[in-house]
Each structure stands twice: as C-alpha cells, then as structure tokens.
C-alpha cells in the first residue's frame, strides 16, 4: 500500500507542490519524514538547467525521523531514530541522494537498501531540531577539504565563493586548521561583500573577485603557505583557478571543491586533467587524500586536489560542531520557509539570478517540514 505526502517537484520550468506516493519499505529499505532540509547551490544550478541531474524532487541536507523500516533494517535505526544521510555513495553512482534519486524536499522518502546496508543512514546522538541543521552536510564538506589541505601546513587561506560553503570555511577555518590563520574571502558580487560586511566572520579580509581581489592575492609573500579552497558553481571553478595561479606567489595547495565540467582545461596547467584530480578523493577515502603535484606553463609548481562526497566521520564532526557552536553558523540560516513559499522561491531562482527573498539575501533555505521541538 502506498502512502500519499506533500512534495516539491520540478515540473516545466517550475517548483510545485504536488502529492507523491511512497510505498511501504522492505528489506533493508526505510522511510525518513525530514524536519528539515536545505537547499544548495548544486540544487539551483540544477533548478536553473545547468547540470542534467534526473531526480525532479531535490534536497540532500537536512535531518528526518525514520518513520517506517523494512524487516532487515538494524536495530539502531528503529522507528522514532533521528538521522542525517550521506547522500554520496562512494562506490555505487546508482545512490546520489536528490540527483539521481528523489531527495529530501518531501513529506516522506524512501531510502533505498543499498544505502541502509551500506550504512550511509546515520543515527544522531545529539538532538538537532533547529534550521542550522540544514548545514550539517556541507559543514561536512568544508571538514573534508580541509582535513585534505591541513597537512600543507597553511598560514593563508583562501576563500573563492560567498556561498554557503564559502561563509562555512572562513568560519571555521581557525579551529579544523590552525588558529590565527590569514583568511581572504573573494566575493562575487557586490551584494555579497554587503552581506558579509554585516554578518562578519572573524578577521577574515573580505574582497571582490576583481583587481582588488588579485591586488590582495598578488600582496602575499612568496615564502606564504597558501591553501586556496574554490567553493564556487561548476562553472565559475576554472576561472578561480586561474586567478590563483596567476597570482599567488607562495607555496599554493588548490582544493577543486567546486567542481568542474567534465573536459574543464587550462593553458596555465598544459596536459592536466582537472575532472579527474577532483575524482581521485571520494567519500573520505582513499586516507591519506590523494595530492598532485604539477608545473604550470611559468614552471611554477603548484599542488592540486578534490573531493566528492563526504565521510560518516565528517558528517558526524560536523554533527559535534554545530551542536556546540550554533552561533558561529546561525546567521548563515538566512530563510526558513514553508513547502508552499519554498517552490516560490526555488521557481524564482530557477530563472533569475537574483538571491534576494523578503529584503534579505538568500545564503541558506531552509525548508521546515515538521513543528516538533
């Protein structure tokens, strides 16, 4: 028997709320009710037909309560059990929760068993009924780039993107790589420099991605140890990159967090295949992260890395995180809206490029499903 619930659906152009069915899980499958769930940057980029994902409902952050289990689910994972789920699995491109299967922008979702078995549906010991929970997976994220440029031994960090995983990384850059760090923040747009200008972040140097942006990039000594963090759409990642190879001086380590088309190529790194240095790290693994090093066409040398998904253990520090400092984060949680607002604002982003919702400018959206405390 099949179960009817509210959803947010792509349909012609559009976000809808419509009525989905979800039939009762077997075996290892399971049932989630989120509470809440956020929307990224990837799921507007797919709102607005720049990625060729499948899923029409979205969403793969948040947190739920397991509401229904098949027979062969464990113990741990019983009715009531408040989870978040990994949604990238490492070794199985079938599971891509809210790509290529239906995400979390829904009353009810069935998570498959291959998930469950392979233990990507993780029980939270700490309860997390607020918005800011919406960041825990990209906290995650920011966890893993950084436990993948901590060995580099940075004293600069520098931040492409004023997106949410943006805004995370300068936040928490003191604590997951060394206190004290110099952190440079390079916006996109003006709107963004005035965001950040109120909701300022420690001692982070906030700049335009312009001259003024290659003028404080340009300003950093050759013997700085840099580790760059490009946290942009797909899109805008090889231009980043570039900028930051012309410009810094130091002993640079670039992590690709941003992705990249498939053929994305540049002349300053002649012969190098960029898709696959952001493919080498996956999920956490392999452990030590996998670093290239490479000659641009200057013969400077420089060392790339990237990453897809997150670990369990990124989720679960991210977890331990935000439950200790949700005030570092909270302002980050700019909109928390209901199913019925929420396909307005996603049907205005999937034509616009404008991010402000209610005279404030849209970083986090929050969806709120369920009214518990």
Not at 181 to 190: G, K, S, V
Not at 210 to 221: E, I
Not at 225 to 243: F, G
Not at 316 to 344: F, G, N
Request: glycine fraction near 8%; proline fraction near 5%.
């Amino acid at each position: 028997m099949s179960q009817w619930h509210r959803a947010l659906v792509r349909h012609d152009g559009k976000v809808v709320v419509m009525d989905r069915s979800t039939r009762k899980p077997e075996g290892y499958e399971l049932t989630v009710s989120p509470i809440y769930a956020g929307l990224c940057g990837t799921d507007i980029q797919m709102l607005r037909g720049l990625r060729d994902d499948p899923s029409l409902i979205l969403g793969h952050e948040g947190i739920a309560r397991v509401t229904e289990v098949g027979k062969d689910v464990p113990a741990n994972l019983a009715p009531g059990t408040l989870v978040c789920i990994n949604p990238t699995h490492r070794s199985d491109p079938a599971f891509l929760l809210g790509h290529n299967v239906e995400g979390l922008l829904q009353e009810n979702v069935l998570i498959p068993a291959i998930a469950v078995r392979d233990g990507l549906v993780i029980p939270l010991s700490t309860v997390h009924h607020s918005a800011t929970a919406t960041l825990l997976e990209p906290l995650a994220a920011v966890h893993y780039a950084f436990e993948l440029l901590s060995d580099h031994n940075p004293d600069t960090l520098v931040v492409f993107g004023d997106g949410v995983i943006g805004h995370l990384a300068v936040r928490a850059a003191a604590d997951k790589l060394v206190a004290g760090i110099r952190i440079q923040h390079l916006h996109h747009t003006e709107q963004g420099m005035a965001w950040s200008r109120r909701y300022e972040a420690g001692a982070a140097q906030c700049v335009l991605n312009n001259a003024a942006g290659t003028a404080l990039l340009s300003s950093l000594s050759e013997g700085a140890r840099v580790a760059v963090l490009i946290a942009t759409p797909r899109n805008a990642t090889l231009a980043c990159l570039e900028t930051a190879l012309r410009y810094i001086r130091g002993e640079v380590r670039i992590n690709l967090l941003g992705g990249l088309p498939a053929d994305a190529a540049t002349p300053l790194l002649p012969g190098v295949l960029l898709s696959q240095i952001r493919a080498a790290n996956c999920g956490g693994k392999p452990m030590p992260g996998v670093v290239q090093t490479h000659q641009t066409n200057h013969a400077k040398t420089v060392q790339l890395v990237g990453q897809r998904g997150v670990a369990n253990r990124h989720l679960r520090s991210a977890a331990e995180e935000l439950m200790k400092q949700p005030e570092r984060y909270s302002s980050l949680i700019t909109h928390t809206l209901s199913l019925e607002k929420a396909a307005d604002v996603m049907t205005h982003l999937a034509s616009s490029t404008e991010r402000q919702f209610d005279g404030r400018r849209l970083i986090k959206l929050a969806v709120q499903f369920s009214t518990e405390t």
